[in-house]
């Protein structure tokens, strides 16, 4: 079974940098797809960036974080990562890092099957 823990979260001041990992255990062949999604009370969860393969795969971001966030993953260590640059306060929430083993640019959550606990943001002076 396929686990999901993500670490990295915590304060920082607006303009600050946090980098945020997601350590990926279990059966991890057949998923192709990885993705990091947040979410605010009474919001729903909205996509933030996806990348596919374990290889130097495709790289996507939504918009409101292209240029200032970085997906990855490293094969060696099973660990999927999110550097945050130039956080906004905006940019605050519960950050949750999610598989599956669908290929393509998946930005809803429902094309997700496995999902971490998440870890929260804030950005604040």
């Known amino acids: 079974q396929l686990q999901l823990v993500e670490s990295g979260g915590g304060l920082v001041q607006p303009g600050g940098s946090l980098r945020l990992s997601c350590a990926v255990s279990?059966?991890?062949?057949?998923?192709?797809?990885m993705a990091w999604f947040r979410q605010v009370p009474g919001k729903e969860r909205g996509w933030v960036a996806s990348?596919?393969?374990?290889?130097?795969?495709?790289?996507s971001y939504a918009d409101a974080v292209e240029g200032r966030f970085t997906i990855s993953r490293d094969a060696d260590k099973s660990t999927l990562y999110l550097q945050m640059d130039s956080l906004k306060p905006e940019d605050t929430a519960v950050y949750y890092c999610?598989?599956?083993?669908?290929?393509?640019?998946?930005?809803?959550?429902?094309?997700?099957?496995?999902w971490g606990q998440g870890t929260q943001v804030t950005v604040s002076s």
């Open positions: 999610a598989a599956t083993s669908r290929v393509g640019r998946i930005t809803s959550p429902d094309g997700y099957d496995t």
């Open positions: 279990g059966r991890t062949a057949d998923r192709d797809t």
């Open positions: 990348i596919l393969g374990w290889l130097g795969g495709s790289v």
